[in-house]
């Protein structure tokens, strides 16, 4: 049998001899003038490294008042970062419908049991008691200087516009 020769058999063959080894070199960017851009960049860069400088506080300050907290407390605080570092907040966790309405329930019988609670209170506080509205129906005391029509009053004003007598002609 004869072997076949094929580009790749005859590289297998001489792989020692074509071995090459390459040596990777960064490239390095050249310096430029040092002076020119020194006095323009200190003029722009220093409120923006004063402003970067705070929010780094900031955030340290942050971070380190979270370390305090409880696991729970913690978990909720670096979620509340993240907000208002820009990332969407988290979505509600998943209630079952039923539990749900017990729940619902609960709180409204709850609500129910202070405010009647409430109510007994006030009651038992303030006695029996109770404010009568006034049957005039005063509407302050502006209107005192110039008094207070009357219904009666109003009734004779009516039968004189409406009992005007005629006088009957005399038929001839």
């Not at 405010?115 to 005063?138: E, H, V, Y």
């Given at each position: 049998m004869s072997i076949v020769l094929t580009k790749a058999a005859l590289a297998l063959r001489n792989a020692e001899n074509n071995f090459k080894v390459v040596k990777f070199e960064a490239h390095k960017p050249k310096k430029k003038h040092v002076e020119e851009d020194s006095k323009v960049d200190s003029k722009q860069t220093l409120p923006s490294k004063r402003d970067l400088d705070l929010k780094q506080i900031r955030h340290e300050i942050v971070k380190f008042g979270m370390s305090g907290f409880d696991t729970t407390k913690k978990e909720q605080a670096k979620i509340a970062l993240a907000v208002s570092l820009g990332a969407k907040p988290p979505k509600r966790e998943y209630v079952n419908y039923k539990e749900l309405m017990e729940r619902k329930k609960l709180?409204?019988?709850?609500?129910?049991?202070?405010?009647?609670?409430?109510?007994?209170?006030?009651?038992?506080?303030?006695?029996?008691?109770?404010?009568?509205?006034?049957?005039?129906?005063?509407?302050?005391?502006?209107?005192?200087?110039?008094?207070?029509?009357?219904?009666?009053d109003l009734k004779k004003d009516d039968s004189k516009f409406k009992g005007k007598k005629k006088k009957k002609q005399k038929i001839i």
């Open positions: 709180e409204k019988q709850t609500k129910d049991d202070e405010r009647k609670m409430m109510i007994s209170k006030s009651i038992l506080s303030t006695g029996t008691k109770k404010k009568k509205k006034s049957a005039n129906n005063d509407v302050g005391h502006f209107l005192s200087s110039y008094g207070k029509v009357q219904k009666k």
